[in-house]
């Protein structure tokens, strides 16, 4: 069992080892999402490689910048709170090892063959594999360290989002081939042959919308991950919002108005420690570091959202528990701008290096057939829908399901085929990336902490 105490040599050597990997995964990202916006326009010649990539890079940034903050924060928390914050002091060390560790590993992986993997996937079981290891480390119930309505909130997502891609973009492309009489839009690209003006700027604007969407969603994960780098790094600095003050008299008075909501029902998981936070924020005069309010912030909020899907709560009192969540998420849920830029960076960089054998597979390898831009044209649009709608509902989805999804589905409305070699190769990654990241994010959190 490790200790990292705080400021001690070996904590901060870890800690930026760990500010290394937060960025060296996002580059990878790069590999695995965001190649799936530009793939049609590279594929159909439609732009250069280069330019693409610089492009749905820049447009990556934008959706960062405009994409709020609501799927990064989603995903934190996952973690028990405990986790984010530790009672001890300690920077959270073994978690972040635990996460980039496993994440990062499995990205690589699939990427070397070149199978469309999820990067939110690999984070989401990291995520969960945290939360049971820490359940083994405290020897308590799953139900006390694991927050499972959080958790199957976020898999509804990644499991309904895939199949609407699919059906959405053949019924898309059914209908762009019978009430658009073009034929090249029904033609594989030829190699170094641009596409019909009309259809290259087609291509190139799916390429934006799906980029800006994969930006506003994917770019929030980064974001999330980002930052709880930075709050172990450095705490006193970061754990709080520093454009929202924490009045301890104001979460006092929060802290107060949550007891009578957490208290009354006896399903919570999370209950004592939600009490035990609540206690320790009315006591004002007591001295506490930014990261034990950040802490016991987070343990209220597990409270509060204990309350809100409780079927016994009343209509008021989930209105109520709603009502405080969004009063104190502010103050520990936030991202500073070089936070939201350094996450398009380390996404666009990671595109322009490693997007080439995502784009051979999405383009040659799904169907029997080689993609057609009717076909890039349509899952791009539907995929850029679904993936904006959820980047705003807060909500996290993988890019790389949706998009090579909506490829099946309009190679099947073609007629074309489906490789089933790579169909198989694709789903048995889909099928073992949460069990085999849950399974090792647990082993190695357990083991350092």
């Known amino acids: 069992m490790l200790q ?29 999402d965001t190649a799936n916006a530009v793939a049609t326009v590279i594929y159909t010649n439609s732009l250069k490689p280069r330019v693409a990539v610089i492009w749905s890079g820049l447009m990556n940034l934008l959706g960062v910048l405009l994409g709020g903050i609501a799927v990064a924060y989603t995903l934190v928390e996952l973690l028990p709170p405990d986790v984010l ?27 070397w063959f070149g199978i ?25 119930a799953l139900g006390h360290s694991v927050d499972w309505g959080q958790i199957w ?39 170094d042959e641009s596409p019909h003006p009309v259809i290259r700027a087609l291509l190139i604007l799916t390429c934006t919308s799906v980029s800006f969407s994969h930006g506003s969603n ?4 980064s974001i999330g991950l980002i930052m709880l780098t930075i709050i172990g790094l450095m705490p006193a600095s970061f754990a709080m ?8 008299a104001q979460l006092a008075q929060i802290a107060r108005q949550a007891r009578p909501l957490i208290e009354q029902y006896d399903r919570y998981s999370f209950k004592p420690d939600a009490l035990a936070a609540i206690d320790s924020l009315v006591r004002v005069d007591s001295p506490a570091t930014p990261a034990q309010i950040r802490g016991d912030v987070y343990e ?36 500073p701008y070089w936070v939201r830029i350094l996450s398009a960076l380390c996404l666009g960089i990671g595109t322009m290096t490693g997007y080439r054998r995502i784009v051979k597979t999405l383009g040659e390898s799904i169907g029997k057939r ?69 399974t090792v994010a647990a082993c190695a959190f357990y083991v350092l902490d």
């Open 116 to 140: 469309p993997n999820s990067s939110s996937h690999c984070t989401i079981g990291a995520l969960i594999g945290i939360a049971i290891g820490d359940s083994f480390v405290h020897a308590r």
């Open 218 to 221: 994917d770019g929030q994960k």
């Open 370 to 438: 080689h993609l057609t831009p009717a076909q890039g044209a349509a899952s791009e649009l539907v995929g850029a829908g679904l993936i904006a709608s959820a980047g705003y509902t807060g909500l996290p989805v993988s890019t790389t399901h949706i998009i090579t999804s909506g490829v099946a589905g309009t190679m099947v409305a073609a007629g074309s085929g489906i490789n089933m070699r790579m169909l198989t190769k694709i789903a048995l990654a889909w099928i073992f990336t949460l069990p085999i990241t849950i």
């Open 300 to 335: 209220i909020l597990s409270g509060l959202r204990d309350v809100k899907a409780n079927p016994a709560s009343s209509g008021s009192e989930k209105a109520t528990s709603d009502r405080l969540a969004r009063t104190l998420r502010p103050t520990v849920e936030y991202a």
């Open 241 to 248: 919002n520093p454009d929202h003050p924490a009045d301890r």
């Open 85 to 111: 914050t530790p009672p001890n002091g300690n920077p959270a060390v073994p978690m972040l090892v635990a996460l980039f560790g496993t994440a990062l590993a499995w990205n690589l992986c699939t990427w």
């Open 4 to 32: 990292f105490a705080p400021s001690s040599t070996g904590s901060l050597i870890m800690l930026a080892i760990c500010f290394l990997l937060v960025c060296v995964f996002e580059f990878a990202n790069g590999f695995h």
């Open 153 to 191: 909130k976020v898999l509804r997502a990644l499991a309904i989002s895939p199949l609407l891609g699919f059906f959405l973009a053949g019924l898309l492309y059914l209908i762009i081939r019978f009430t658009i009489k073009m034929p090249a839009l029904f033609t594989p690209p030829k190699a």
